[in-house]
């Protein structure tokens, strides 16, 4: 009688002992593998002569079935039924109507299905049923239904451009340097406005540095706040100066501008007149419905020890850093969009 030797798996295939990424693929190559296979025997099935109905393959029960409807999209998932040894697939409908009278079908070897691109605020019906090896199918469940959420979407682009000069003061700390009213629907929004900052006086003699550190903040006066102004969001820093000095320790540049906390990514520093430019940014505040008025605001700040702000020049000869020079803030392009699911 002939032997025949079964090969152990080795230590370096085994699953266990993958890094963590080559696993990650497999897995997500299985279930494309999977999947495609799936829909390659449904597709088979489906034009089978050989498919029909019978009593023996299980029916799935309402008790088994959870509908969630959310933004646009409904999942439709159900527990696999017991006793079943040849599933090949599941069957799904989705329908306007509660007949049927027009479809969509889909296939999948999940209990699962989640309807994407739905149109808003309408009623759909769905219903599944098990597919088998054999090309049997068995009765549909009862049709479950669920109504999309109507959805606003509403936006804005103004293009008015503003200039403010914010100064060292000790009695107006906050000083606005844009406004805005806009009157809201109640949805979530996503809005910024572009900036350029640059001080005032491009430098003066002797390797001096004209030197400014500014803070900003969304204000916001809303129908609940009215006629108290509260701050949304993150307060942005942004650090903005310029020499004519020659420094030991590395190259100067002429004009440049810093930030910290900030959304967008650094724009490297160049000549004056070359505008240093931002975008300061509000995401995904939810705003209440009507009258809004935003403001941006800015504030020069005094105390220059902070890490975030602090840089040790080391002068070749003479020169001293002038802080709290007056910025010239020049804001445009203000673009706003709100989405309310309802």
């Known amino acids: 009688m002939a032997r025949v030797k079964v090969p152990r798996l080795q230590p370096e295939v085994r699953l266990r002992n993958w890094p963590a990424g080559r696993v990650s693929q497999l897995k997500l190559f299985l279930g494309h593998l999977e999947q495609a296979i799936g829909i390659s025997l449904a597709a088979q099935v489906e034009q089978s002569p050989k498919r029909k109905f019978s009593e023996f393959v299980p029916k799935i029960v309402s008790q088994s079935i959870t509908l969630d409807v959310e933004f646009r999209e409904i999942r439709f998932f159900f527990d696999v039924p017991r006793g079943q040894k040849n599933l090949l697939f599941y069957e799904f409908d989705i329908s306007l109507t509660e007949g049927f009278f027009n479809l969509d079908r889909f296939a999948s070897p999940d209990p ?108 916001d006066k809303s129908p609940s706040s009215d006629p108290i102004f509260e701050q949304v969001g993150q307060t942005f820093n942004v650090t903005t100066y310029s020499t004519n000095g020659v420094y030991s320790q590395a190259p100067f540049y002429e004009f440049a501008v810093t930030t910290n906390n900030f959304y967008t990514p650094l724009v490297m520093p160049g000549q004056w007149d070359n505008a240093k430019r931002g975008t300061f940014v509000q995401k995904f505040q939810t705003l209440e419905a009507g009258a809004h008025t935003l403001r941006l605001e800015a504030n020069m700040i005094t105390n220059h020890n902070s890490p975030e702000f602090k840089n040790d020049f080391v002068f070749s000869s003479g020169g001293q850093v002038l802080y709290a020079a007056d910025v010239g803030v020049f804001v445009k392009n203000f673009s706003i969009f709100e989405a309310l699911v309802e």
């Open 112 to 219: 699962s299905y989640v309807f994407a691109g739905l149109e808003d605020g309408q009623k759909y019906f769905i219903r599944a049923r098990v597919v088998t090896k054999n090309g049997e199918v068995g009765p549909f469940s009862d049709a479950q239904n669920g109504t999309t959420p109507a959805a606003q979407a509403f936006g804005i682009y103004d293009g008015t451009e503003f200039e403010v000069r914010v100064i060292d003061s000790v009695f107006y700390p906050w000083q606005v340097v844009w406004e805005r009213t806009y009157t809201a629907i109640g949805g979530k929004s996503y809005y910024s406005l572009d900036y350029d900052v640059s001080v005032f006086q491009k430098y003066t003699a002797d390797g001096n540095v004209e030197w400014a550190d500014l803070e900003f903040k969304w204000m």
